[in-house]
């Protein structure tokens, strides 16, 4: 074999294609050759892949123009020497061969490179050193580079040593060119020249070793001494003049650089606008961060302890305001005696009527009712109305009042007038004060002795004028001036009948009633009666007694009897029939103008009675056949009041609730908590304000029903064996139990029972552990605490 | 609620909501911080009666009935009070026992929440989902036909011209008379639209604005936005910031005679004015900030006197045609700051957006046209504005850039586009949609409320209660109890994290066109659309 193959790149004067010439070297190397010198005309790849020479060296050198790629996928034991300069992308993909380039290299160079050594005598041109890996298992690859590099030097380059030492370099301040380093991930860059800037995301500098530089000064010997350039060592050993760069770690890449927030606000944006920032100027508000939980003044919403604040609904629909849950507290109290007196400050009648002639409207508003559960028994409680001591009856006032009728509203009147100290007279014809309770209600609705009992227990207390006759205008008007104020309550006396010829067979309720009662009724054996409601029942009940056989009772539309009274036609075997238009009455019975004839014996009207307001002067104004009046029932006389039927047709206990109330006014009148007030103007009837049922208005409304709990309670039930069942089973509605409940739920333990004096107490809320949560609320079966927005801020 | 009580019409079942609790009572611990938070009271503590009936086995004695009581979390019915899904007590349980559940059929809320007679009003944006911005696929990609630019490797430009750019006719005429330019700003074509100073906190608006900052001074991104309708605090004007800032005038003039004041002191002129026409969110409505949101601090900003509701209406009230409306007031704003700053109007997208484009390209002084599409967020509105009124963005501005193309001023009268931009995340992607249909830059709202503050709006009517002050991320309210909760320098972060990263997915998206150092505008033979019709509409390709 010839020690030197000399391969031509020409033949014949025409370039070798780079496949021929490829071919041609491949060949040679196969046959021995081991130092071949190319003359190269531009060709490709060349001296790479020469694998077939197994571990012997190779030595190559090119004369002429190498083409691109020169030296790629070159491989361990290839040493190519190329004399003058080499194309693009030198050294490409090599895999092992020791390149020396005497010129420039151009873009490229050592692009992807993961073995072997590049040594070039000039510059290199951009995206030099690129994409370069290291693999464990090899040395690692290496670029000499005598002059400078061309722009973005190293980008992702990702091992080996890169050795640029700015000879001859355009500019020291860019000896690795335009943005160098970007991408990169591993490897070493020393340098020579000023600092430069590296892709500060990828690369950073560090400091020459001593070993580094030991290794950089031996190996700079060896790179100088294959460019025939030893004497350039002394130029280029100076340690201060050379840098190095290295890739980052994943650790240093993911350390940000920026400047923090916070310290962009506190120097930058607080330094150029002011103390407290953008607004800061405008206003002192605390803007500063805050959690989602929070207490004290920053919650949102706040507990309140609402106690008393709202009037327990039995209460609000008791026409007689009687507190009646208060009374139940009294009880869960143990203090049943008191529970009972409370009774008669609001009502004279507590067991006649509370206790059986009252529907009881206070057990018909019980909150219980929403959860259908049984209200609390307030007709129990009612008869033991029966034992109730009156109270002390001071007698402080000088004011006299007249009562004209000595009914239930007259008598609640005088009863209440009595107990605020006031001198009342009840004026009245009968011999014993009592009304319609005494006269017309049958003996089966109530018992006689205890009806007796209550009427005599204000009889004592109450001064009656018996009137020899019916009350005349000269007569009111002699009262007028002899006292101070004058409450009417004569109630509605006259009857009300049809306009259909043979009225006069017909027999009025009261009438028929009173009778009844007096133990001198009579009645057929066919009764009719002429109107369905509640008084028509009683008249139905009263026939049975007396012996009638046929009970028919009419009206014009569904009849509005209900309750006992009802219930007790019935039981009497009472027909109801609807609608029926009377024509006449005959001695056969009722006509309809249907053409029907009810055979009647007896038959009795009853479709209400209307006051008899003839005995009152003009300037008392009346309407549709009832006294005028305000919401204290005050008339257009202003000393002048009307309660009961004269107002409006109602039931027992709203006579008795309008008696409290004028009662109430004349006190706070004479009292001066009241003026006197012009009254004349007054043209309706006004809605009653609950404020007069309360009089030291804490509780101005009723509790909302929503605000109770009823999960506590038995929906099954069936009834009350006890009072003190009762009490415990009641709600007590906007005033607090003393349950514990909501100093057991609440979640911060903020809520707290204070005592206070006179065996009061309070639950309190420590603001600074309360969330306003609301759960006090929630679980409040009384409906005391509730949640409500907190005072503004900012 | 009572089994027995009659109901009414209005009353509604947990069924009927739009959003039922899932209440898990094994893990909750009742420590009330679901009920403490929940910004509609939703939530209440619920005693529970539990009836349990004893029956012994072989029925050797009588049943027995035992009831016992225990608590719970209970969620309210009422209208006004019903879940709007925000989550917030998901947020605060220490045992992840709570979360809103979306319905499964469409709620009956809906039809009752005109409660005397007053139509629903909201925050947030349109109830529905669907983006044909979505739908645009980036079909040109360049590897071997173009130089294919490396996003992560080159250096890119990405900025946009804001201002009235003259032709190269009158640029060089201007320049040989020394005569003079219209004001341009070169910004970045991702703006932050007009959110006012009261309709967004105090907290949010300065992280916002402090976050724009940080872009600018620290990572040299020229980002700006815009104040909306709610003045402008008086320490912003009067520092250097201000020239980040886009100040709008509309037709409630708030806040303007603090900004005549502080010209005098101002260190920088702003950005460019917006004059506020139209909204996307509620087209051809005005906006109302009710008296309660209107505190001592935005009633000092804004200038007028606490507590008083203040109405934008529709319309400017001293205009009445397009040309003197556009003319005149791009005129004053114009004067105000020595014709230096750019003016343009914003309008919802329309069938008009043409007429008042050809308007301002016959005006030399009009700086640009932003156009807000129905897609576009609101602070207040009423329901059916929201999700009726308005026209997309995607045809608008395509028709508008195909207008200016026709008559030779696609370069000269840029476009900003709004409404919707990212509403389902793809922020990159829909904004350089938009830019390739024609759009010189966008505007978003809604997207940074959601990625620097949190916001849990969504287009499933989750939350959307910007209108009350209620805002459980503090974002909308004016209540320092609720927006204390957003701490500004935190906005400022991620504000800056959302444009670091859109600009990162910007570069994603035009890298392969070729594009780094102009944005490629207009550039639409780079869109494509799996829908024949929307191609045809849009004029780009379809692909499918």
Known sequence: MQNNTFIAGKENGVRLESRILEERIQDAVRQGARELTIEACGQHCLGGRLWMAKEEPIHVTITGAPGQRMASLGVPGTFIEVMGPASDDTGWLNAGAEVVVHGNAGNGTCNAMAQGKVFVGGDVGSRSMTMTKQNPRFPAPELWVLGQTGDYFAEFMAGGVAVVCGVDAIDQACTLGYRPCVGMVGGRIFYRGQEQTVSAADAIHAPITDDDWTWLTENLKQFLNKLGKDDLLATLAVREEWHLARAKTPHEKITRKRKSMSEFHAKV????????????????????PIGLITTGELRRNVPVWENCKYMPPCQASCPSGIPVQKRWQLIREGRLAEAVDLSLEFTPFPATVCGYLCPNLCMEGCTRGLGSLKPVDAKMLGKEGINAHPPMLPLSSDKKVAVIGGGPAGISVAWQLRLKGHKASVFDMDEKLGGKLQASIPANRIPPEVLAAELDRAREVIPHVRLEKKLTREDFEAIRKDYDFIVLATGAQRPRTLPVPGNERLVTALDFLKAAKHGDGKVGERVVVIGAGNVGCDVATEAARLGAKSLTLIDVQKPASFGKEREEAEKAGAQFMWPCFTKEITAEGVVLTDGRLLPADTVVISIGDTPDLEAFPENIARERGFITVNEVNQTTDPHVFAIGDLVKLGLLTQAIGDGRRAAQAIDDIVAGRRPLSVTADMMEELKTRIEYMDPGNHMSETIDYSRMNLAYFDPRLGGFESLDQCAEECSSCGVCRDCGICEAICPRGAISRQALPDNEFAMVCDNEKCIGCGFCAGACPCGIWTLIPNTPLG | MSAVAAITPSQLSLKDLPWQIRWDKDRCTLCGQCAAVCPMQTLELGTFRKRIVKVPAGLKSKPENEHTVYYGIRQRTAPHQACIGCATCTMVCPNDAIMPMHSDEKDKLRMHVNLGGQ????????????????????????????????????????????????????GL?????????????????????????????????????MGVAYLNEELNMPVRMCTGEGGCPPRLLRSRFLKYVILQIASGYFGWDEIIHAIPHMKEDPCAIEIKYGQGAKPGDGGLLMWHKVNKLIAAIRGVPPGVSLPSPPTHQTQYSIEESVAKMIQSMSMAWGFRVPVYPKISATTTTNAVLNNLCRNPYAAGLAVDGEDGGTGAAYNVSMNHMGSPIASNIRDAYLTLCKIGKQNEVPLIAGGGIGKNGNLAANAAALIMLGASAVQIGKYAMQAAAGCVGSESDRCNVCNIGVCPKGITSQDPRVYRRLDPEKVAERLVDLYVSFDTELKKIVAPLGRSTSLPIGMSDALGIADKDAADRLAIKYVV
């Open chain 2, 173 to 209: 005429a201007t320049f040989k008379e020394q005569g003079w330019a219209p004001a341009v700003r070169e910004i970045y074509p991702l703006m932050i639209g007009s959110m006012s100073f009261g309709a967004l906190s105090p907290n949010m608006w300065e992280g916002l604005q």
């Open chain 2, 119 to 170: 139509p629903r009003t909201r925050g947030g944006r349109r109830n529905d989902s669907g983006s044909v911005l979505d739908q645009i696929k980036f079909i040109r990609i360049s590897m071997l036909t173009d130089p294919a630019l490396d996003s992560g490797r080159h250096e890119f430009d990405l900025r946009t011209l804001i201002g009235r750019i003259q032709s190269p006719a009158e």
């Open chain 1, 269 to 288: 944006w607080d330094m150029e606008l002011g103390r407290g920032g953008l607004v800061g100027d405008l206003t002192s508000v605390d803007r500063s």
